[in-house]
């Protein structure tokens, strides 16, 4: 039997419809939510990022401003810059593009910005609150996965949620929002031994590895959602997943596709918490 397909595309426009009408509706009281990119160099990748996060802002009617500069930017002036961000009126999240030139000292860089502006969720109060669970900006990703389970009508609850990588931009975030969830979380990452036997236990997968099709249906039970994050670019240009789709949607339940599944949940979950943080600098929430 083919498993079902769960779209992070049709998940993703349903959510950008709600946050269009807030949207709308904050206007009529003269807030307009404001988000700044920071790009430094010219990594192929995160320019196409970028301009997509700029598209989402255009879309949704948010105020947006891209800051493009050169790969050779010192350290200070970036800092100088995130400074300036986090002190303007109009901007209520800010994001800088990720990998940063190698002279740059990226945690340096997400140190500095304002912890109530932080709308990748990646600065180390957001993530400690998340760890003890209090209120928060989640990291986006991590947001997406669980908010596509849930969208698909499945309950986490007393399930065994396995996840496969333990970065901090998705595998420990993802496996402390699945335990919020009331999920029994399991994580395994490049050194785990038996890793197909113990994917095997879970109701749910979860897999953050950044290997092309590396999980076949020797990694899945019968039925299991599987949520795959990955997104690998091979060699003949098209973009694959951590999962081998067409072996594991033969055996596994409901299954995210590559692309299409949590890619577009990342970018709506990044114009939610700005959102989240318009209202919350306005005194709205
Ligand atoms: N590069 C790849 N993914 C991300 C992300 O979620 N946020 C930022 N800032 N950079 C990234």
């Known amino acids: 039997m083919t498993a079902t397909i769960i779209s992070g595309k049709q998940v993703s426009e349903e959510i950008r419809g709600s946050i269009a009408g807030e949207v709308r509706a904050l206007a009529a009281k ?6 700044a990119v920071v790009l430094v160099g010219e990594d192929p990748a995160s320019q196409v990022y970028v301009r997509n996060k700029e598209k989402a802002c255009h879309d949704l009617g948010f105020y947006s401003e891209v800051h493009r500069l050169p790969a050779e930017t010192s350290q200070a002036d970036l800092l100088a810059l995130v400074d300036r961000l986090n002190r303007k009126g109009d901007i209520d999240g800010i994001l800088v593009q990720l990998p940063l030139p190698g002279h740059i000292d990226e945690k340096a860089v997400i140190n500095a910005i304002a912890v ?3 709308v990748d969720g990646f600065h180390p109060v957001n993530v400690g609150n998340l760890v003890i669970g209090d209120d928060s900006l989640l990291p986006c990703t991590p947001a997406g996965v669980i908010e596509l389970i849930k969208r698909a009508g499945i309950s986490l609850s007393g399930k065994h949620a396995v996840v496969i990588g333990r970065s901090n931009i998705v595998g420990k975030p993802v ?5 919020r969830e009331n999920a029994t979380v399991t994580m395994c990452h490049s050194r785990t031994e038996r890793m197909a036997e113990i994917a095997r236990q879970a109701d749910v997968l979860v897999v953050a590895i950044g290997r092309a099709n590396f999980i076949d249906a020797s990694y899945v039970k019968p039925g299991a959602v599987v949520i795959d994050v990955g997104m690998n670019r091979l060699e003949n240009g098209k973009l694959a997943g951590d999962v081998d789709f067409e072996s594991v949607k033969e055996v596994s339940g409901p299954i995210t596709p590559v692309p299409g599944g949590v890619g577009p949940m990342t970018i709506t ?3 939610q918490n700005t959102l989240i943080a318009a209202k919350r600098h306005h005194g709205l929430v």
């Open 175 to 179: 496996s402390l929002l699945l335990q």
């Open 116 to 118: 109530d502006k932080d």
């Open 30 to 35: 003269g807030v307009v939510p404001g988000l």
């Open 269 to 271: 979950m990044l114009m």
